[in-house]
């Protein structure tokens, strides 16, 4: 490996890092290595500086705010943390026609957030890599004005650390995405969080393997007409649900009575219609169902708010210490007559504390169910991870509550939407843009604050 450029550093920084003084050194900016001169002089200083052939070579950005840090198992001085935002598009940028909650304002807010983070954090897509030189074409957001900006492309080095916001399913299946991706995570020093979207039918089998799991999750079996028979010898409500949807799509509520199966479809329209039997219930459905895998679980006697069902909705994320918390918790409520309370069906956001305050009037039951709710994501997102060998940083949980006042799992998402209005904290909705950033930050290596 040839020398370029060089690095100076005070002899006070050389020893704080525990350097093995060298006449050159290899310098890591995510994917990069560069070998490089090493010149230790002994005034006060602390920092360090880069020549700018080095600073050339190495793609680097961001000249001020880059952390450093000593991998004495390679003898390397790693500079960061640089992070990549994986997405398939660059949305356009003109705020004043944006909808707060599309995926163009989540992207454009992840990076105004991460342009206030130390190191270098960029949007990239799969086509904007280019493999033979371990870098890529990275996107940062400059914002102009309270409703205006663009966004600006560079040439990165391939990050340290991958934060995936692939927007959809059918995205995410695209093979050049998946090759990107995978040959992303064979990267030597690359980390990668929340690498796909979640099966259904898969993070059920996997959490029943969690015996302390077993009384939050509703009874859940793949459709088929014997295994469609049985639910309904034991519950008047049933939902089919693809096991790879997302946003409420899909789903079929099926109710039993007076010897009839009636049938409420979600798509772009509820279509309603009913069924004598099992058999012409799938029969009929199919068309809707499109092939699709399908599961079909127990319907929840669910509590109401007001005379509507509700869930509620944790965001819950890793910080910048690795450690999992809830950085988000609303409840949902379905629109009247519905269901359904996703907020793409018409479901609409009511304050978690108000809706409990609701339920169980008493402030020590209120507190007993705010734990048992920690707990439970808590081991929701422990069991998934370990037993999937995975790496996710946020996850979204869909929680009923029945009217015993029982918790109930109804699903996980490994790409919770995040939008950038609420009807309450601004707070709340800055920390969970931060906290993937924070964790990606703690993964590539260096501390957060």
Not at 146 to 153: D, I
Request: aromatic share 8%; charged share 25%.
């Amino acid at each position: 490996m040839k020398t370029t450029g060089s690095i100076s550093m005070s002899r006070n920084l050389v020893n704080k890092l525990g350097i093995d003084v060298q006449s050159s050194i290899i310098i890591r900016v995510g994917s990069l290595k560069i070998k490089s001169k090493l010149i230790v002089h002994d005034n006060n200083k602390k920092g360090y500086a880069l020549s700018p052939e080095l600073v050339q070579a190495l793609h680097i950005k961001k000249r001020k705010g880059m952390k450093i840090r000593y991998q004495a198992e390679d003898k390397m001085l790693h500079l960061g943390p640089t992070i990549g935002i994986l997405a398939t598009l660059i949305p356009g940028s003109n705020r004043e026609v944006m909808d707060p909650r599309s995926l163009q304002a989540e992207l454009i807010y992840l990076s105004i957030i991460g342009n206030t983070f130390p190191g270098q954090i960029y949007l990239l897509t799969p086509g904007g890599i280019n493999w033979a030189n371990q870098t890529c074409r990275g996107y940062v957001y400059h914002q102009l004005s309270q409703y205006r900006g663009r966004w600006e492309s560079s040439i990165f080095p391939l990050p340290d650390v991958v934060y995936d916001r692939i927007h959809s399913r059918s995205a995410e299946a695209r093979s050049n995405v998946q090759y990107a991706k995978n040959r992303l995570m064979k990267l030597p020093y690359l980390k990668y969080f929340n690498p796909h979207y979640l099966n259904k039918w898969n993070v059920h089998q996997v959490l029943l393997t969690n015996p302390m799991l077993t009384d939050y999750l509703p009874e859940t079996f793949e459709l088929d007409n014997n295994n469609l028979q049985e639910l309904l010898k034991k519950y008047r409500v049933l939902f089919m649900k693809p096991s790879n949807g997302s946003l409420g799509k899909g789903i079929i509520k099926v109710s039993a009575s007076k010897g009839k199966l009636n049938y409420i479809a979600y798509k772009s329209r509820r279509i309603r219609n009913q069924a004598s039997n099992p058999a012409e219930l799938i029969r009929k459905t199919k068309k809707l169902r499109d092939d699709r895998h399908y599961i079909i679980q127990q319907g929840l006697d669910l509590a109401k708010y007001k005379g509507s069902p509700f869930d509620l909705r944790i965001i819950y994320q890793k910080n910048g210490q690795g450690e999992w918390m809830i950085s988000k918790k609303f409840c949902r409520i379905a629109p009247h007559g519905s269901s359904i309370s996703n907020l793409s069906s018409g479901g609409r956001v009511e304050k978690s504390s108000k809706v409990l305050r609701y339920l169980f009037k008493k402030d020590s039951l209120i507190k007993s169910k705010n734990e048992e709710i920690r707990q439970l994501c808590k081991m929701v997102a422990i069991t998934l991870e370990n037993a999937s060998n995975n790496t996710f940083g946020e996850l979204g949980m869909d929680i009923g509550i029945d009217r015993q006042g029982r918790l109930c799992l109804i699903e996980v998402n490994s790409k919770p939407r995040k939008t950038t209005e609420t009807v309450f904290s601004m707070k709340i909705v800055k920390n969970t843009f931060k906290r993937p950033l924070a964790y990606a930050t703690y993964l590539a290596g260096f501390k957060v604050k």
